[in-house]
């Protein structure tokens, strides 16, 4: 059974610094791509960033220089590095596994 848990989410001033968690269970973390998303409100969920099991990552040209997105394959756990947020990175976001399996979400709500 696989269970993703988000966190690190809050509120943060425009032009400042989070960092998301995503704590995940069971075996198959260090073998499968990871990714963020988020949806904000009264939009669709949309893609933010990916890492694949090899490291290689991609980023929506939206978040593109100022999030980063890792892995720790030891600790099971995916982080999402957001800098210079803005108003309109306010969302909630998730991490997905293996394109498969989704966590709950954490809110992000930036305020200028």
């Known amino acids: 059974q696989v269970q993703l848990v988000e966190s690190g989410g809050g509120l943060v001033q425009a032009g400042g610094s989070l960092t998301l968690s995503c704590a995940a269970s069971g075996s198959i973390f260090s073998t499968n791509a990871v990714g963020w998303y988020r949806q904000a409100p009264g939009k669709q969920r949309e893609f933010v960033a990916r890492i694949t099991e090899g490291g290689i990552t991609n980023y929506a040209d939206s978040v593109k220089g100022r999030f980063t997105i890792s892995r720790d394959n030891a600790k099971n756990t995916a982080y999402l590095q957001m800098s210079t947020v803005k108003p309109e990175d306010t969302a909630v976001y998730y991490c997905?596994?293996?394109?498969?399996?989704w966590g709950q979400g954490t809110q992000v709500t930036v305020s200028s």
């Open positions: 997905r596994l293996a394109r498969v399996y």
